[in-house]
């Protein structure tokens, strides 16, 4: 994402999408910014970027922090939010598999990685900071969505 200048010539995208929660696993809001630069950079007058995001902002407690991602027969799915800074929350997430030849047997897999703490109202900003057209932020499902166009 990063190196979406290298992809995309300036001035040429009539739409760039960011979609799921793929911004918030940028290491830092100078490479939202960056991103945001670049995004700017490519695209077409009159174009439009749309992207979604988690807004972890809230910070959860207790039992809470625990969020059932997916469970079926075979996969159960969790995760544990960490809160270690005001921009920054460490996901942990809890995989449990059941073996395809011993149905009572289970085996658990653990990943860990830091994930960024972005509000719509921030995210608004830095669109307008890199010289677009944000509109209001809204909801899609669990997640926040911004649109933001390029000035003509």
Known sequence: MLELGEFVAPRTAAVIVCMGDTLTHLPDLDSVRHLFSAVATALAPG???????????????GADRFIPVHADDHKIMTCFLEYVSPTTVQV???????SPTRPSQWTLEKSSYPKLRLSPGQVVAELAAAGLDPRPPASAGRLSLAMAQKPA
């Open 47 to 61: 174009g439009f970027f749309t992207l979604t995001w988690r807004d972890l902002t809230h910070e959860l407690t």
């Open 92 to 98: 942990h997430d809890l995989v449990y598999t059941r």
